[in-house]
């Protein structure tokens, strides 16, 4: 069975750029997850979706970061316009119910360099 | 302000030995510990623990959790180069109509050979 898959793995663009972020997750998987991650930190929630709707987003810093899960499978991230600040990796999750933390599947992530 | 913090933050040991990672927390409402191992970039799943002073184990790995004192430890036994690795913690909270997830730092465990 295939696991959560990324794209792209690296991505670098200079500041001021918009930037997207495809996942596409484990098959049967209603529930999905974005992380941002910055170096010697754990990962930070950005959204979480059940299906096609955004369940949580609090965390989605909205000015700049978008976000959609059309027909409730793919998932894209979306930065526009890109800050240095926003060079981390990005994962993405998936699990086969909601709230079940302990059994969500991480993607191998997409590392972001903004210079 | 929720808080998961781990120590050590880094960790060098010989292969062989035995190593203790810790992790506490200051969480509202607290569901779950979880524990994961980071290689490369997608941390995997280990262990999930809701109640104290039960170990959970998995061949070398086990790990137990104190909800008295608000913290975990995650041991591993006999230590092989193949654990080098991140272990992250991570506490599940519930609240505002959705479960949460907190993050602590991680533990960066290197096994030297």
């Known amino acids: 069975e295939a696991g959560v898959v990324q794209s792209p793995r690296y991505k670098i663009i200079e500041k001021k750029q918009p930037v997207a972020f495809w996942c596409n997750p484990i098959?049967?998987?209603?529930?999905l997850y974005w992380y941002l991650q910055n170096l010697g930190q754990g990962p930070e929630l950005l959204i979480r979706y059940e299906n096609e709707e955004a369940v949580d987003d609090s965390q989605l810093p909205k000015d700049r970061f978008s976000a959609e899960r059309l027909k409730g499978v793919d998932s894209t991230l979306k930065i526009q316009p890109a800050e240095l600040g926003d060079s981390a990796v990005y994962l993405c999750?998936?699990?086969?119910?909601?709230?079940?933390?302990?059994?969500?599947?991480f993607g191998p992530g997409t590392r972001l360099t903004v210079l | 302000e929720d808080k998961v913090v781990q120590s050590p933050l880094s960790l060098v040991v010989h292969e062989g030995d035995t190593v203790t990672l810790n992790c506490s927390y200051e969480?509202?409402?607290?569901?779950?510990l979880l524990w994961y191992k980071q290689e490369k970039k997608a941390p995997t799943f280990l262990f999930m623990l809701?109640?104290?002073?039960i170990e959970k184990k998995s061949g070398r790995l086990s790990s137990i959790l104190d909800k008295k004192e608000l913290f975990s430890i995650l041991n591993i036994t006999a230590t092989q180069t193949g654990d080098s690795a991140i272990y992250l913690c991570a506490v599940m909270y519930s609240g505002g109509g959705a479960d949460g997830l907190t993050f602590g730092k991680g533990t960066h465990l290197i096994i030297q050979p």
């Open positions: 999750a998936s699990a086969a119910r909601a709230g079940t933390y302990n059994e969500q599947f």
């Open positions: 809701t109640s104290s002073g």
């Open positions: 098959s049967g998987h209603n529930t």
């Open positions: 969480v509202t409402n607290f569901r779950s």
